[in-house]
């Protein structure tokens, strides 16, 4: 009986999980025509002017798609020998997402609109239609930042101080009479000002304010070069490693296995 599961267990997840068989290729292209439709439906639904003449229909379809990712949860956790490590990764909280906002819709008005979080399903796009060499750049994206984030945190930080510096620098030269009437609402000043985005909703006047304000807005020319500097460097780091494979664990789900590798390097589990 347990050898009998097992295999169901396995065949489930090569469906689920893996798009190397007909059986799995046409479970996914159907599940990503289901999140096309479902989002589709979210966002007409939001229309007025078909909200009143087709309110029931949009409801009815809601709950046939709820119904559905539903019973997809569901087989995920299935068909994994460690539900948990899926429940609780990336994939397994936007699957989670997708189906929350109809059932918390019983409860709470307006709730099941946040259905247009199932948008992030589409992810699985790269692996769905087999786009190995987007899911190898994405892999290679997501170990840059991993690499840099130590890098960019002391960016972050070093920003976060220069704007308070600087706008506690403004307010003392502008002053309350000129707009700037208070620290933080000088240092949103910096912020937007040091960004380059510029809402021209506070203006300095004085001319050591100008001033001020001249080399903020040359100064965040050159931070915004900063971190993509630093993630260009771990990205070209990346790109001498060994390619990434798609394949998914059927212990843990998960996948960023190098082409070569016979267990997961996350849980152990054979592949």
Known sequence: MNSRWQRFQHRLHEIIFESDTLAGRVFDVTLLFL???????????????????????????EWVFTILFTLEYILRIISIRQPLRYIFSFFGLVD?????????????????????????????????????????????????????????????????????????MMYVVEGRSNGFESIPLSIYWAVITITTVGYGDIVPSTPMGKF????????????????????????????????????????????????DAVFCKYCGSHL
Do not use: W
């Not at 819709?105 to 190995?132: C, N, P, Q």
């Open 35 to 61: 999140i096309v439709l479902s989002v589709l439906a979210v966002i007409l639904e939001s229309i007025p002017a078909l909200t009143k003449p087709y309110g029931l229909f949009f409801d009815r379809i």
């Open 96 to 168: 989670l997402l997708a189906i929350l906002p109809s059932y918390l819709g019983l409860f709470l008005f307006g709730a099941h609109e946040l259905a247009a979080v199932r948008i992030l399903r589409l992810l699985r796009i790269f692996r769905i239609l087999k786009l190995g060499e987007y899911t190898a750049a994405a892999t290679l994206l997501a170990y840059s930042l991993r690499e840099s984030r130590a890098k960019i945190t002391v960016f972050f930080v070093a920003i976060f101080t220069l704007v308070i510096t600087l706008g506690a």
């Open 212 to 259: 001020i304000a001249t080399i903020i807005m040359l100064l965040g020319y050159v931070i915004i070069a900063v971190p993509t500097g630093i993630v260009a460097v771990s990205l070209t780091a990346a790109t001498k490693k060994q390619e990434i494979s798609t394949q998914a664990c059927p212990n843990c789900s998960r996948q960023g296995h190098d082409p």
